[in-house]
């Protein structure tokens, strides 16, 4: 195997140990909110730091294989998608301590029933992250499409959460309900924005696998 | 001038171009809700097309540069974190049009007294933007850092906005009101992501002086 290739092999790794800790920590935070276990905020803050890290270095990795081998066509996609999909993970993680946060002020109080379709949406937007890292990780561009066909579905479950909630809230005059119900609406727009980014990786996939854009194609 | 100059000089007035039609797009955004006025939403969705193909002509402009020139060093630097403000600035356009998509609900209604302490997150929002530009556009490191300090004084503004509106929230029982109260906080939030956007591109600036990754330094 020729030296470069050992390197891009290295990138891929580094790039999916860094989406291996955003998964976690999308997983936990998720988790923490559905099952209502506060300690599983600990588990995504002790990652953040580690995910801030493996960003750096995977920038890092990136410049260098660029620097040192001049590569051009497939290899340089694969590099510079490698870079976005790496920025795109790194805000995922950021969402996922959002969501932490909302939930440490959320499970304070009882469960605010029902929760509405958050557990649905959380599902969706989890099989949407698994799907696009899979999609990187087997240069599979026909399944990074199916990731792309469930952004709408998404963006529904969270207009429902939203009208829902706002149900909810004209029917009670008691603060800490209103609260509760604003912290779940906060965190369907926290799901939503990690279902972009889910999005924008499956995007990259099938950038690097056809070196075709197909951003913004559908408003074209 | 070598032809490489030329065309790196070409790369940075594309991506100047990008960030104009952003910032007048975030402008227009924030003075429809200010201003009240309801015609500006347009100005900002006829821009969203416009930002969208610059996106790509400067990833494109981008990856052959690296491709047909092998830079290294300082003009590699510049060409990726080029990539990478490129991507901050259409996201940056996309919190723009989620603001008119909810100001176009917010203006049905008469004006929300106060408004709270939203003009001047937005005047604080945009202040950033412009400056975090104007440090990419001079190579300023010195402004760039002055972007970064203001990051706090937007959390802390998106905070007291939200503590107000709830004020408010639990003091009313009309729906109507509950939901402007609620498409404000939402509002806030997209302002406070736009200066995370701004906060991104002064990060990337100092990286592309100095070579120095300073993200997530405070963190570490």
Avoid: W
């Avoid at 800790?21 to 600990?42: A, C, G, W, Y």
């Avoid at 696009?132 to 469930?150: G, H, M, P, Q, R």
């Avoid at 005059?173 to 926290?190: C, E, P, V, Y």
């Amino acid at each position: 195997m020729r030296h470069f290739d050992i390197e891009m092999n290295n990138l891929k790794k580094k790039l999916l140990d860094m989406a291996e800790i955003v998964q976690e920590m999308i997983k936990f935070s998720v988790d923490m909110i559905v099952k209502r276990d506060i300690n599983l905020s600990q588990e995504v803050f002790n990652r953040e730091r580690e995910a801030n890290l493996t960003e750096i270095v995977v920038d890092d990795t990136c410049l260098k294989l660029i620097a040192l081998n001049q590569p051009v066509g497939a290899d340089l996609r694969f590099i510079t998608s490698a870079m976005r999909i790496n920025s795109d993970l790194e805000r995922m993680g950021d969402e996922a301590v959002n969501i932490c946060e909302i939930g440490e002020n959320l499970l304070k109080y009882p469960d605010l029933k029902p929760l509405i379709d958050i557990p649905k949406m959380a599902k969706t937007v989890v099989a949407m992250v698994i799907d696009s890292i899979c999609a990187f990780n087997t240069s599979d561009a026909e399944l990074a499409d199916t990731v792309l066909s469930k952004d709408d579905e998404v963006d529904e479950l969270k207009i429902t959460i939203i009208k829902d909630l706002l149900e909810f809230m004209t029917d009670t005059s008691d603060k800490t309900m209103l609260i509760r119900a604003m912290d779940l609406m906060f965190i369907a727009k926290n799901l939503e924005r990690l279902g972009d980014h889910a999005t924008n990786i499956a995007e990259d996939v099938i950038f690097m696998v056809h070196g075709k854009d197909i951003r913004h194609l559908r408003s074209f």
